[in-house]
């Protein structure tokens, strides 16, 4: 079997059509799969979804989607912002179906599975960092039966052995933020025993990305702008050099 796994798109329609065409170069996969946060940030957040759609990629929610299909939690204030905006972009249809997204995916059966989730196992919005000491993935993979485990909101590629587990992040196809401004994106294939990992970094055209940003009307276009090009989180650079 062999997975592809995207993550973190941010309503980049042109970096995500840029990872399909390499996934494509690369010979395809059996299976695409979403790891959730398709919309947020960027202004193309339906074509994002349908694109998903278009290639029969099997999804699960990310913190942002779930922000968004979640109207019900939302104060005036981001009524009235970008979670609005991204709403009206999509309309109740997508509103709805990012509503209805699973929170993991599993792809084979027992220990030798692939699991697929957007932050951890347990949350959506906890990231899972290249450092992160014992007790914390003790925690966060308690009562999990799958030793492979794929996953982005971290926008930062990696592939971590810890005892008996594989943590696999396929970072960000949309919002490259490790200081590669190239979008991202892994392969996963079932090999015996196990599953081997190919990351994938591919360009795209971020002028047009900005120039999309900025015709747009999303609000805060020029933060939107600013952590595009920055392409880097401001926390890490002493622990990323």
Known sequence: MRVAAFSDIH????????C?????????ADTIVGAGDYCMDGPAPAAVLERLADVGALCVRGNTDRYISDVAALTDDEEDGHL?????ALGETWVAWLRELPASLTFG?????????HANPKTDDEHIWPDADDAFLERVTAGVQERTIAFGHLHLPYVRAWRDRLFVNVASAGL?????ARAGYAILTQRSGGWQVKHRRVAFDVD???????????????????VLRRHRYKS????IP
């Not at 309503?11 to 840029?18: E, K, V, Y």
């Not at 490259?176 to 590669?180: A, F, R, S, T």
Request: net charge negative.
């Open 236 to 239: 890490i650079d002493e622990r």
């Open 176 to 180: 490259p933020k490790d200081g590669d």
């Open 11 to 18: 309503g980049n329609i042109r970096a995500f059509d840029a």
């Open 84 to 88: 609005a905006w991204q709403r009206r």
């Open 20 to 28: 399909l065409a390499d996934l494509r170069e690369q010979g395809g």
């Open 109 to 117: 059966s027992g220990h030798d599975a692939l699991l697929v989730v």
């Open 208 to 226: 047009r990305v900005i120039d999309d940003i900025e015709k747009s009307g999303m609000p805060d276009r020029e933060k939107r702008v600013r």
